[in-house]
């Protein structure tokens, strides 16, 4: 029986029975607490904590779940995995043991015929909770299981808790397929738990847990208002019955992958675990394959992109480890596009969206593959040097080392790690782990020191106890407000006179303080005899806003009554930029498609840029795109709408939030043309779109891995830009004598006449330079015993016109032991040369070592072989310097 059949007969199963079938929660968790789903109840949790009515009394799913703590393992055995569907029906204080044993029951052995999986009555085994007695009677009296097969267990075994004081508990009956004889010992689950392996967990919530840690060491503080039910059945583990093969790397959504895999890499799968088997390395790299190919394709189906944290590191490294096991397979070619198909047709019949949103699966997956393919490439030499002299040396692979490779080469731990196990090194992680936390201490502090100058926040924290500054600026642009408190110097005063510069903490702000990519206000305070200008507002803790000012006028007393007013023309302008960033994002979506989601941003008066995840670099036609469809949504006249709701509600209507945010319960909702753009934003902006005026990108470069970033001029800045533009195309087309439409097939017929002419230029300098051959020959030194042609061209054309003359000057020295070493200016900067012949190399004359002596001399460096060999420097007034090194080093 086909997985996606077995899940269906799940679903047909208990729909009959009177559940709501519940499509499958996302693999991104909703619960800040966890990264992924790992769990068939997880989507349940609010309804099993009281937390949220549940809408349903019943309910049943098939969900995606990803596990990856034990991701090393993954491939050694055939029992670990990342990725496996659960089984699940559940009770919202309806039904509860008394149906939950017997559904189960119902299920498993029912005939085919009658929408059953079949299984055979006398196979099964079950396990409950030593003290419960009313699980035992249900299923030997109501179901009529045999007693002899029903065996009692402990906690640790048979009892489940949501793991915190208050939650629900309670005990669960587990039910178990014996395997045969050949796969272990006889006496039931507690005997041996290969040969009886686990398919059905039932889970019966009746209690409230209280205090203690573990899996048996809580206290039961009573029973809950209401029972619920919880079941799980492993999807996988069904179908390795049902389809009567060994593991779940056999099962038909997993094993087509692995087929593929082997069939790329010319080998046999063998199926073996065994270490000592030489077919096992093989056999784990094709499991390693199979697993995270699918795991990947379903977390990228899942609006998952591969990063350096969180959800998309995850993901990056199941793709790299997918790729390096097939590498080790000795398959060097690009493959991952060709197994995510294999794995999509696989599980496409069970999750149509894959099928649909494949195209952009398959992109990014492939994008992934090239970005790694160059990383080892540039990393795995150094690391092959780290580990031979670690290995000589009969020590780890230094914490240096390893930062080193990651900071440099872009090695991530993991497969360093990886790597140097393979070669029997091990690593020092620790002292890796340290020196990251140094970078990161040191990038936090100096973004700080540069925020807040320096100052110690306990004085910060001083004047927030006062309360938050309550922001005024959403609805106008000058507020009355009150002097809370001053800081000069990091220190609180109560006074600060004409041409202090200060940080002023106010009761009320119309100033918009730094945040969420948002440019901060600039303007002035006035009061009674001051005046202070404001160049800055930052946060530097959660709720207070900090005015770095300079006092032009008069003297700032803390408590005095002032007027805050906000730099009007810059605001409007930055609340142009900010928009416009909101309209970018909802152009790049519908050209591009939902991954290329918001990285970071950046925006002030009439400049923006946007960073998005996106693997590779736009067209010059999407980049038109692009700007097209976000200038038709600023003609379009929208209204900028913004709403104030919960953070559930919002996510309901589908607001885009930026990954890595921390939202309160209640969020603020911009809107433009509805829902084409809807995020969560707490910054300002402009009333209706088509106060931005105009917008103009600017370029778009790569930001690290899988990132890329837009920039653009907004309103007035757009104008001026394309004026310049203008501008300059009006003045070429004068020195071209051309209108506009023939400047580009001007300037391309121009630049080829230049080419050709700097091409004849060069030939000439190269015939002019080769017939100085017999010159330079006939004027070779004699230096102890040597033949030696040392001198200084002067400018030329560049340091292969030194590669061109020496060559031939080498030929021309005969027997004798000769030397040829020729310095010239190219760019303004000095360039080295030196050739020797085989008879010089036996006296232990090496061309490298004559570059390194003439390069220390120039301020620069180089090296080669033996025979030839090139450098540089910066100092071309040390050339003489250089020559008389290489003439006193040859003399010796």
């Known amino acids: 029986m086909k997985t996606q059949e077995i899940t269906q007969r799940w679903l047909d199963f208990f729909e009959k029975k009177g559940h709501t079938v519940v499509p499958s929660a996302s693999l991104v968790s909703e619960d800040p607490s966890i990264m992924f789903t790992i769990a068939g109840m997880v989507p349940f949790i609010p309804y099993f904590l009281g937390q949220q009515k549940a809408p349903y009394s019943r309910a049943t799913s098939i969900q995606k779940c990803i596990r990856t703590l034990d991701i090393d393992e993954v491939g050694k055995t055939a029992r670990h995995g990342t990725f496996f569907q659960m089984a699940g029906n559940f009770s919202f204080g309806d039904y509860f043991k008394e149906s939950a044993i017997p559904f189960a029951w119902e299920l498993l052995t029912s005939p085919l015929e009658k929408g059953g999986f079949g299984l055979d009555p006398e196979r099964l085994w079950v396990t409950i909770y030593e003290t419960d007695d009313e699980s035992f009677d249900i299923w030997t009296k109501t179901v009529g299981f045999p007693a002899e097969r029903i065996q009692r267990m402990g906690m ?182 060709e197994l995510i198909e294999v794995s999509k047709d696989a599980m496409g019949g069970t999750y149509p969206k894959l099928v649909a949103d494949f195209p952009r699966i398959q992109r990014i997956a492939v994008a992934e593959e090239k970005s790694f393919l160059r990383t080892i490439a540039s990393g795995t030499a150094r690391l092959e040097e780290f580990v031979t002299a670690s290995r000589a040396k009969g020590e780890k692979l230094s914490g240096e080392e390893a930062f080193a490779l990651h900071d440099t080469y872009g090695f991530p731990i993991d497969l360093t790690l990886e790597m140097a196990e393979e070669s029997g090194v091990a690593v020092d992680e620790a002292g890796f782990r340290s020196l990251m936390k140094e970078q990161r201490d040191r990038a936090k502090a100096d973004s700080r020191a540069k925020k807040l100058g320096g100052v110690d926040v306990t004085a910060y924290n001083a004047l927030r106890e006062a309360g938050e500054t309550f922001f005024t600026g959403y609805t106008e642009l000058t507020t009355e407000s009150t002097v809370r408190g001053i800081l000069a110097g990091g220190q609180a005063a109560l006074s600060a006179p004409a041409g202090t510069e200060v940080e002023i903490v106010l009761e009320e702000t119309p100033f918009y303080a730094e945040a969420g990519g948002q440019a901060a206000d600039t303007g002035i305070i006035t009061g009674d005899g001051f005046v202070v200008e404001v160049t800055d507002v930052q946060r530097p803790v959660k709720g207070l806003s900090v005015h770095k000012a300079i006092v032009r006028e008069g003297e700032l007393s803390a408590g005095a009554l002032a007027t805050a007013q906000v730099d009007v023309v810059r605001r409007r302008a930055g609340e142009q930029a900010h928009s416009a960033t909101h309209i970018i994002h909802a152009a790049l979506h519908q050209l591009l498609g939902e991954e290329a989601t918001q990285r970071g941003s950046f925006n002030k008066a009439g400049y923006l840029r946007f960073d998005f995840a996106w693997a590779q670099q736009l067209s010059a036609e999407t980049r038109s795109e692009i700007e097209d469809v976000a200038n038709q949504a600023i003609l379009g006249h929208h209204d900028v709408l913004t709403r104030e709701m919960g953070l559930e509600e919002a996510k309901a209507l589908g607001a885009m939030a930026l990954f890595g945010e921390n939202y309160g319960e209640t969020v603020r909702v911009v809107e433009i043309n509805g829902a084409w753009s809807r995020e969560l934003c707490g910054g300002t902006h402009v009333g209706n779109s088509a106060q931005i005026g105009s917008l103009t990108l600017l370029g778009e470069q790569s930001v690290g891995s899988g990132n890329r970033r837009v920039e653009a001029f907004v309103g007035y800045e757009a104008f001026k830009h394309q004026a310049a533009e203008r501008a300059l195309i009006q003045t070429l087309s004068e020195q071209f004598k051309a209108p506009a439409a023939q400047l580009p097939e001007r300037i391309s017929a121009t630049m080829e006449k230049l080419k050709a002419a700097e091409k004849e230029l060069a030939r000439y300098r190269a015939q002019a330079l080769a017939q100085r051959v017999p010159e330079l020959v006939a004027g070779a030194q004699d230096l102890a015993g040597r033949r030696v042609v040392l001198t200084n061209l002067g400018e030329i054309e560049s340091a292969d016109a030194l590669k061109q003359l020496g060559a031939p000057i080498r030929e021309k020295l005969g027997e004798r032991p000769g030397v040829v070493v020729l310095i010239g200016v190219a760019n303004g900067r000095p360039v080295v040369f030196a050739m020797t012949n085989e008879a010089a190399r036996a006296e232990g004359v090496k061309a490298g070592q004559l570059v390194k002596t003439a390069t220390a001399q120039l301020g620069g460096g180089g090296g080669g072989k033996d025979d030839v060999a090139q450098g540089g420097g910066q100092d071309v007034t040390k050339i003489d310097d250089a020559l008389a090194a290489i003439k006193s080093q040859l003399s010796s």
């Open 156 to 337: 640790k075994d048979n009892y489940w808790s949501a793991g915190q004081p208050g939650g629900p508990a309670g005990p669960d009956s587990e039910i178990f397929y014996d395997r045969g004889p050949q796969y272990g010992a006889d006496g039931g689950p507690a005997a041996d738990d290969n040969r009886y392996i686990e398919i059905w967990n039932l889970v019966f919530m009746q209690y409230e847990r209280g205090e203690g840690i573990g899996k048996d060491d809580f206290e039961i503080l009573g029973e809950l208002p209401t029972k619920n039910i919880d079941t799980g059945l492993g999807v996988e583990r069904l179908a390795m019955i049902l389809q009567g093969v060994e593991n779940f790397y056999e099962t038909d959504q997993v094993r087509a992958v692995l087929d593929r895999a082997a069939a790329l890499a010319g080998k046999e799968y063998a199926g073996t675990e065994d270490p000592s088997d030489p077919r096992n390395a093989d056999d784990v790299r094709m499991r390693v394959v199979s697993d995270h190919i699918r795991s990947s394709l379903m977390l990228i189906g899942d609006g998952v992109t591969p990063s350096n944290e969180g959800r998309g590191y995850v993901l990056r490294r199941l793709l790299r480890r997918a790729i390096r096991s097939m590498r080790l397979l000795g398959v060097e070619e690009p493959c991952i596009g």
